[in-house]
């Protein structure tokens, strides 16, 4: 188990340095941050010590052609200290103190706020003069800045320190996030560790704290993973306005072959004729912007007789230049009037169709048919009305839009555009079959790409998908871990307890009874974790809710089931020492010591 979690720790670690190493590190406070190295022990099948032996330590020290300087460090957490004189008291306190060499604030280039820090000379050995450098957030909080603070004593276990140091602000230690409270030199750490035995009852504790914090953590994650997936289904499959099925879009750059005005106009005609013509397109249409890109429409100011826009984006709306069957291909709804026609052409009147959200915007409940808008200084009649679309995003909301034929827009026909097919079958089959007519129609014509709809709307997903797929992946990581960990707890306190469940058999107790006995600690401290967790994910939700969508930071139905899930992997793995507990054999565990 110790290297399974071994093995996950690492793979995650990896992953999370890979993903988000620019926004998740925080550099030391110490000078030249990025040379400092770690050197951590690997025990294959140990994993109950984590020091390397101290003459390994002075051997590599005196490799100096790859090091400019090292020190050894050791923190015991929880140390007795008691403060002597003034603003001391006569009960321990219990504080983080860091067992070090004489070089450690000096490789780290930490000088002290007040008084000195240590050098070699204090590393003199047992029986020396105890001297000891204390933080600056402890001597902020205990002594209140008192610049007198050097030559107070205090008291670690039973050992006496004199107090020669301050470090400065900001700097609590070598690991961000875990203060040290005291440094004392390694010369002291047999004193130290002898005074501050290992408690098992201690390290039970903390074993079940890590396992809740554990559970909290997943609980958490498993939160936003659910959130995170159900935005992308969400998305995925929001009514985009249109029919996106059996829809492909062919992108093309007339304007690269010379083209302009009426002849890009015939060379549309000439495209809109060869591919209506393949077996099995049903619908073609030429339009400017195309669909679900991603890209933003410019948009322009309108002006409409008696409308008095609130300010100048109230005046404004986005437009498309399309063929005559571009509605029909894309399967928008003609609510209103009538659709373009041939019959649109430069030389007849200036034509246009609204969608919904534009006709109500600016004509609220008034029949919008036969209304007169102006834009780029050119009078144009509103002759139709068809159902909205998500144009650029599926999170778009009430885009407003005009249609104009592109017969009458001859001026505009200068950039790239996108031609609507709509096939009876796959549209992906038709990929070769449409880049071949448009070559026939000019082999000149540049085909940038291909792509169904379905595919675009993929490919403008991808963030979300990205988000969920990680959220999931360390989320179930997470789970597995606390999985894992509150397995190896159950495991070790019920083998520490194999005497009493053994007592409990011998006066009559059933072998379901310590089965439940186990499990309810188990499930109680998936509870504790679980109550811890939920609130977390509420609390955490507000940062993530600008980029949900179709469900709530704090849905309950995804709450309740990254619990159950919780709790199911959690009892699973509390299930099998609880098992094995109850299959003790009661006259060998009473021999158990």
């Given at each position: 188990m110790a290297l399974l979690s071994l093995a996950l720790g690492i793979g995650a670690n990896t992953a999370i340095f890979s993903v988000m190493d620019a926004f998740?590190?925080?550099?030391?406070?110490?000078?030249?941050?990025?040379?400092?190295?770690?050197?951590?022990?690997?025990?294959?099948g140990r994993s109950n010590s984590a020091l390397l032996p101290f003459p390994m330590y002075e051997r590599l020290r005196k490799l100096d052609a790859f090091f400019s300087d090292m020190t050894a460090i050791f923190s015991v957490d929880?140390?007795?200290?008691?403060?002597?004189?003034?603003?001391?008291g006569t009960d321990p306190e219990q504080c983080r103190v860091g067992v070090v060499t004489g070089s450690f604030f000096e490789t780290l280039g930490v000088s002290a706020a007040v008084g000195r820090t240590f050098d070699p000379e204090d590393d003199v050995g047992v029986g020396g003069h105890p001297v000891a450098v204390i933080s600056y957030t402890y001597w902020e909080r205990k002594f209140?800045?008192?610049?007198?603070?050097?030559?107070?004593?205090?008291?670690?276990?039973?050992?006496?320190?004199?107090?020669?140091?301050?470090?400065?602000?900001?700097?609590?230690?070598?690991?961000?996030g875990r203060p040290t409270d005291f440094w004392v030199p390694v010369a002291m750490m047999s004193q130290v560790m002898i005074e501050a035995p290992p408690d098992p009852a201690r390290g039970g504790?903390?074993?079940?704290?890590?396992?809740?914090?554990?559970?909290?953590?997943?609980?958490?994650?498993?939160?936003?993973?659910?959130?995170?997936?159900?935005?992308?289904?969400?998305?995925?499959?929001?009514?985009?306005?249109?029919?996106?099925?059996?829809?492909?879009?062919?992108?093309?750059?007339?304007?690269?072959?010379?083209?302009?005005?009426?002849?890009?106009?015939?060379?549309?005609?000439?495209?809109?004729?060869?591919?209506?013509?393949?077996?099995?397109?049903?619908?073609?249409?030429?339009?400017?912007?195309?669909?679900?890109?991603?890209?933003t429409n410019p948009g322009t100011t309108i002006n409409i007789p008696g409308y008095t826009p609130a300010s100048d984006a109230d005046a404004r709306a986005q437009w498309s230049i399309v063929g005559t069957g571009f509605f029909d291909t894309m399967g928008l709804r003609l609510i209103a009037g009538r659709n373009l026609t041939d019959l649109d052409t430069a030389t007849s009147t200036q034509v246009t169709i609204l969608n919904q959200s534009m006709a109500r915007h600016f004509f609220g409940n008034e029949n919008p048919l036969g209304k007169r808008i102006e834009s780029w200084g050119v009078v144009?009649?509103?002759?139709?009305?068809?159902?909205?679309?998500?144009?650029?995003?599926?999170?778009?909301e009430g885009q407003r839009m005009f249609y104009l034929p592109y017969r009458q827009q001859l001026g505009r026909l200068t950039q790239n555009v996108s031609v609507a097919i709509r096939t009876s079958g796959n549209p992906e089959r038709f990929e070769s079959t449409?880049?071949?007519?448009?070559?026939?129609?000019?082999?000149?014509?540049?085909?940038?790409?291909?792509?169904?709809?379905e595919d675009q709307l993929d490919a403008l997903l991808v963030p979300e998908r990205a988000t969920a797929t990680f959220s999931m992946f360390f989320g179930a990581l997470a789970a597995l871990l606390a999985a894992i960990g509150l397995y190896g707890l159950m495991a070790y306190n019920t083998a520490r307890r194999t005497n009493e469940i053994g007592v409990r058999l011998a006066m009559g107790a059933s072998r379901r009874g310590i089965l439940g006995m186990v499990m309810r600690e188990t499930l109680g401290l998936v509870a504790c974790g679980i109550l811890l967790g939920v609130p977390a994910a509420l609390a955490g939700?507000?940062?993530?809710?600008?980029?949900?969508?179709?469900?709530?930071?704090?849905?309950p139905l995804t709450i309740a089931v990254a619990s159950l899930l919780m709790i199911g992997a959690a009892g699973l793995a509390g299930f099998l020492p609880a098992q094995r507990a109850a299959k003790v054999d009661p006259m060998a565990a009473l021999r158990h010591e």
């Open positions: 998740l590190l925080r550099m030391l406070p110490v000078r030249d941050p990025q040379h400092l190295v770690v050197f951590d022990p690997i025990y294959e929880r140390s007795p200290v008691t403060i002597h004189g003034a603003g001391g209140a800045h008192d610049p007198h603070v050097v030559g107070r004593t205090f008291t670690l276990g039973a050992t006496p320190y004199e107090v020669v140091g301050v470090t400065p602000r900001g700097f609590s230690g070598e690991w961000v504790r903390m074993g079940k704290l890590l396992v809740v914090s554990q559970v909290a953590l997943s609980v958490f994650l498993l939160v936003g993973a659910g959130v995170f997936v159900r935005t992308l289904r969400s998305l995925k499959s929001q009514d985009l306005g249109f029919d996106r099925t059996h829809l492909v879009m062919a992108w093309i750059a007339p304007g690269q072959t010379g083209r302009w005005g009426a002849a890009t106009a015939r060379l549309y005609g000439e495209i809109e004729q060869r591919l209506s013509a393949i077996p099995g397109v049903t619908a073609v249409s030429p339009n400017v912007y195309g669909m679900l890109q991603g890209n144009k009649e509103v002759v139709g009305v068809v159902s909205d679309a998500k144009y650029e995003s599926p999170r778009e449409i880049r071949r007519a448009l070559s026939e129609v000019d082999p000149r014509l540049p085909v940038l790409r291909i792509e169904t709809v939700g507000r940062m993530i809710s600008a980029r949900l969508f179709g469900v709530r930071a704090t849905d």
